[in-house]
């Protein structure tokens, strides 16, 4: 039997997408918490792929030793490209996460590949003004009426509706900027590959898993995996560390 020290134990960062927060994660952290690892839910701006990622990027340089990187929908392109070139980040692990290549766009790969989607038809759109008072761009809302069925179908209802309730808007920005060079080209991947999710499409998230070469695990959840698979979940961010960090004899 092997065991990780306290010591060669990686950090779990665990970055939220799209109409969503960190609390999403809450099942994962207490999990991993409890086999005593240091687990934290970053807050995403949801503000533009580039930013986003600079932004987790200068997080990431105040936290030492090891990390693993977890993102879920758009967390997914944003670890990505935040870490890039950060030699502590041992391992990366999608939930339903956006794979984009360099130069490559969400929006490419979602008009490509995106068939089947029931997100588009429920994004509501809410422009919003600067400090000037002169129109800075738009936000995206997911509907609140088809919350349920497009993110969480498979969580009950009071929790989709509350969900629903806090979403957090994503700007247009983040599904129209291409990305920068990936890191899932230099550093080994997971993926669970959600085969229920009405929002990215299993035929989808298989593409750009594969293309990735990322270790892949089915689960019949919607794309609120995080919350209706906690279990499932979790086990893969534990296989991600296990493999990140050797563990001790």
């Known amino acids: 039997m092997t065991t990780q020290s306290g010591e060669t134990k990686p950090t779990i960062v665990l970055v939220h997408g799209a109409w969503a927060d960190a609390s999403g994660f809450a099942a994962e952290i ?25 932004y987790l990027a200068d997080h990431l340089r105040t936290l030492a030793g090891p990390l693993v990187l977890v993102g879920h929908s758009y967390g997914g392109a944003v670890i990505s490209v935040a870490a890039t070139g950060n030699e502590q980040v041992k391992a990366l692990v999608y939930f339903s996460g956006w794979m984009p290549d360099e130069g490559e766009s969400i929006a490419q790969v979602f008009e490509e590949r995106g068939e089947g989607s029931l997100a588009g038809a429920a994004i509501r759109p809410q422009p919003f003004t600067g400090p000037d008072g002169s129109e800075a761009g738009q ?46 080209r230099t550093i080994p991947s997971w993926y669970l590959l959600c085969t229920e999710d009405r929002a990215i499409p299993a035929a989808t998230q298989r593409f750009m898993a594969e293309r990735a070469h990322a270790r892949i695990q089915e689960v019949p959840a919607s794309h609120a995996s995080m919350v209706s698979q906690p279990e499932a979940a979790t086990q893969l961010i534990l296989q991600a560390a296990d493999a990140a960090v050797p563990a001790m004899a």
């Open 30 to 54: 207490r999990a991993l918490r409890d086999r005593g690892f240091r687990a934290m839910g970053f807050a995403n701006p949801l503000r533009g792929l580039a930013d986003d990622a600079r």
């Open 139 to 184: 936000d995206l809302y997911l509907d609140t009426e088809q919350f349920h069925a497009a993110f969480a179908a498979d969580v009950d209802r009071d929790t989709a509706d509350v969900m629903a309730a806090t979403q957090r808007p994503w700007s247009g920005a983040g599904f129209y900027e291409p990305s920068g060079p990936p890191a899932w």
